[in-house]
């Protein structure tokens, strides 16, 4: 028996919750944060979830672009004029982010921001082509100047911003399973929007997350049993309108200021949120063939992408053909397109 959540592109197909398993459901960082787990003691269950939530809080405190007394607004607005010293953290994070524009060749890019500011996809607001392409001109993940030493960061050039939206629910997701783990929790899922990671196994079978349909939120394209992996979906279906049959959605590609078209949704598989998180992202921009270019030659990645005609497309380990892994089992489809 499986539930279906509107707001999650992971579908968690869960069952009865039973003895010494808790699970919750909360709404931060503008996203459904679930998280499920098992202690034997129930105050110790209980007191995970707990600092699962208060994490989650923290880390949207500091890096929400929406809140004006956040870290990251707070650097959008001084970094222009000089450089701007951040915590540890948000330091290390930006870094990370770097690491994957270099990696991605531009593809993930924080300052697609200098354009990304300009859409409200709840009021269908976009700017048209003149103001987008002057502000895409802007986009560049070199305009950010870093200094290691002092924990700065300056922007080069007047007018870019930066947003950690593409890998900072990932971040999350991960400082929270380091902090059930340190608690000596060995069984859970947390969740945050479409990035989650996994430990352990669930009643001694393992996790089984259902990628949906990106056009019919009750569908499901594919289900997956996952062990101790993280899982990311990125999809033109989370934040969008439509204008003369043209979806403008969140994920922007670097180049244009535009969305990125080729795909309508990429799930990828990686050790880790961060990296899920960040690559779905990526991949999404770089679209089918550079996609799974990048994917196939990236140890321990592997990923799942439907096209803008719903065709299913699979990185080599995870071709449907191919016997099923303890980690990475084949992906088996389950309504065809
Ligand atoms: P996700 O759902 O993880 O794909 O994240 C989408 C979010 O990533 C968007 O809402 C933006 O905040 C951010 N984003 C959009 N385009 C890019 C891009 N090219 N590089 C990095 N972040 C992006
Ligand atoms: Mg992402």
């Known amino acids: 028996m499986y539930t279906l959540s509107l707001f999650l592109s992971l579908l968690v197909i869960t069952v009865p919750v039973s003895a010494g398993w808790l699970k919750e459901n909360a709404d931060i960082m503008g996203t459904r944060i679930t998280v499920e787990l098992f ?13 699962v ?17 956040s870290e990251l607004a707070q650097l959008n607005i001084r970094a222009r004029q000089h450089a701007f010293a951040v915590s540890d953290e948000l330091f290390t994070l930006i870094q990370r982010a770097q690491d994957f524009s270099d990696l991605t060749g531009g593809a993930f890019d924080i300052t697609f921001a200098s354009v990304g500011f300009l859409y409200d996809y709840r009021k269908a607001i976009r ?47 991960d400082r929270c399973i380091r902090l ?11 969740t945050a929007g479409g990035d989650s990671r996994i430990i352990g196994d669930r009643w001694g079978r393992p996790w089984t997350i259902g990628i949906r349909d990106p056009r019919e939120a009750d569908k499901m394209v594919a289900v997956i049993p996952l062990m101790d992996v993280a899982v990311s979906t990125s999809g033109d279906y989370q934040r969008y309108f439509e204008e003369d049959g043209v979806r403008y959605h969140h ?19 990686a050790p880790d949120a961060t990296t899920s998180d960040a690559l779905s992202t990526s991949v999404f921009v770089l679209g089918t063939r550079a996609g799974l270019a990048l994917v196939n030659r990236l140890p321990g990645i592997d990923a799942i992408l439907v096209d803008r005609h719903g065709e299913l497309h699979y990185s080599d380990e995870l071709q449907p053909a191919e016997a099923a892994g303890e980690r990475h089992a084949a ?7």
Do not use: W
């Open 53 to 69: 939530l208060a994490e989650m809080r923290r880390i949207d405190h500091a890096m929400s672009p929406y809140l004006a007394t």
């Open 251 to 269: 994920i922007i590609d670097p180049q244009s200021g535009d969305s990125a078209r080729e795909l309508r949704s990429v799930t990828i598989i």
């Open 127 to 173: 700017p048209d082509a003149a103001r987008r392409k002057k502000a895409a001109a802007l986009i560049d993940y070199h305009n950010l100047v870093m200094d290691k030493d002092r924990h700065t960061v300056a922007f080069s050039t007047p007018g870019v911003r930066i947003d950690l939206g593409g890998i900072a629910k990932g971040y999350a997701v």
């Open 180 to 190: 059930l783990q340190d608690m000596g929790i060995r069984q859970a899922l947390v």
């Open 39 to 51: 202690h034997p003691d129930p105050a110790v269950a209980r007191q995970g979830v707990d600092r």
């Open 331 to 337: 992906a088996t489809r389950t309504s065809a397109h």
